[in-house]
């Protein structure tokens, strides 16, 4: 358990692509400033790494970039451990895509013939990406990426600002999203090659070049295909961005003070 963050930081649950990988999980990222706990994505297995690092009736809320399963399974379990658990005296704001109810509805209706099943547990919302959104200390703005599903990156303005571009391919408006950024969060499913298995997401390269034209100060790449030489992928994107390039892992924490992050807690790269 960890002590409450004063600093604007970010702690990384989980960094594979699609499945999970082995002593990983799918996407989750803790930001915390304060007491603002703010959970964005819940892929299979974040839950878990989530109660490792603090308590999951003191989170402000989760938001979900889209309903691709390694970014919101961990919903299903999390819905029990708030129902009959925990039981915290306020559930948290579950922030979800436009649509996002009807589709959680269906999950219950599958699941467990039980529409409402998400509502027992959550103070759901669906945001509108158009306006500015306030969770406690943080505002969030919001930015389509292209991916074969609505999809939405965010950027997450406290003490600093720290762009996550959720899953995506290449996007310009995606580069004037991340302009400036003290931390880009950024998909790299896969080192890059003439033939790529999918056009749905960011190699390595095309991470770091985003990166070097959006001029952020520090580059952390996620969203990585279980089994890929990670190392590659890193290196890729330092052949063309200036600044630091760090592999994601679970358990990783940044701070992100003003415009710099700086990498605490785990260490390395
Ligand atoms: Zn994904
Ligand atoms: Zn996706």
């Known amino acids: 358990m960890t002590s409450h963050a004063a600093a604007m930081r970010l702690t990384i649950l989980g960094s594979s692509a699609s499945f999970t990988g082995a002593n990983d999980a799918g996407s989750g990222y803790l930001i915390e400033q304060d007491t603002t706990r703010l959970l964005l994505d819940c892929g299979s297995g974040v839950l878990g790494r989530l109660m490792a690092e603090t308590r999951l009736e003191e989170l402000s809320a989760i938001l979900i970039t889209h309903f691709h399963p390694d970014h919101y399974l961990d919903l299903i379990p999390m819905r029990y451990g708030l129902r009959y658990g925990l039981k915290p005296i306020a559930p948290p704001r579950l922030l979800l895509p436009p649509g996002g109810r009807d589709f959680l509805a269906g999950v219950g209706s599958t699941l467990r013939n039980a529409p409402d099943m998400f509502n027992e547990a959550f103070d759901i919302a669906e945001y509108d990406p158009a306006a500015p959104l306030t969770i406690g200390d943080f505002t969030v703005q919001f930015q389509r990426t292209t991916h074969d599903i609505p999809t939405w990156a965010v950027a ?96 990783l924490q940044l701070e992100i003070n003003g415009a710099v992050a700086i990498e605490s807690g785990a260490g390395g790269q």
């Open 156 to 251: 997450i303005q406290g003490d600093g600002r720290l762009v996550y571009s959720a899953d995506t391919q290449e996007s310009a408006e995606l580069e004037g999203f991340a302009r400036d950024a003290g931390l880009l969060l950024c998909e790299a499913t896969y080192p890059h090659s003439d033939d790529l298995p999918s056009n749905n997401h960011l190699s390595g390269l095309q991470a770091g070049m985003l990166a070097q034209r959006a001029r952020v100060q520090h580059l952390v790449l996620t969203h990585i295909w279980p089994g890929v030489v990670r190392s590659q992928i890193q290196a890729e994107a330092r052949q063309v961005f200036e600044g630091p390039v760090t592999l994601a892992r679970p358990g």
